[in-house]
């Protein structure tokens, strides 16, 4: 009997992927990161979900983007991967750092806000250490003017 990717008991990782996603203020040049709220958890995070089967795992941490903050991104090198368990269930989430290029926020079932916030604000705003960890692997070239 084998066992769907839904199944709570299964031990195989659950994939998923997402970005750091990440902007110059439109005021100040500064770097600004997006954080998402999503009310189901109530919680601030990086933009990410699950990969659907078989898909490619940045195309799926764009596809989050777009589908989460409303913009495209441009992506860049990769950060590392997180693994911890969700429910039960191990869990793998790969990130990249990625710029945002274009787009609006609209809210959703999933996001109902975002936030773009310094480096040091987002890192405050994260409800988990392990997503402020992905700040301190940005590259440092990205936070020159």
């Known amino acids: 009997m084998s066992s769907s990717p839904d199944d709570p008991d299964d031990t ?3 994939l998923a992927a997402g970005c750091v996603l990440w902007r110059r ?6 770097l600004e990161i997006c954080l998402v709220h999503r009310p189901k958890y109530d919680d601030w995070s990086h933009p990410k979900g699950k990969l659907k089967p078989g898909e490619d795992a940045l195309a799926g941490a764009l596809r989050e983007v777009a589908e ?12 590392p991967t997180a693994r911890y368990l969700a429910a039960g269930r191990p869990k793998e989430v790969r990130y990249w750092a990625a710029e945002a290029v274009s787009g609006a926020f609209t809210p959703n ?3 109902d806000r975002v936030l773009w916030l310094t480096l040091d604000a987002a ?3 994260l409800t988990r ?3 402020r960890a992905l700040i301190d692997a ?4 990205i ?3």
């Open 129 to 131: 250490p392990r997503d």
């Open 12 to 14: 195989t990782p659950v």
């Open 109 to 111: 079932d999933e996001v």
């Open 138 to 141: 940005l590259p440092a070239g």
């Open 25 to 30: 203020s439109p005021v100040t040049g500064a």
């Open 123 to 125: 890192r405050a705003r």
């Open 68 to 79: 989460e903050t409303g913009h495209t991104a441009a992506p860049g090198p990769e950060l």
């Open 143 to 145: 936070s020159l003017p």
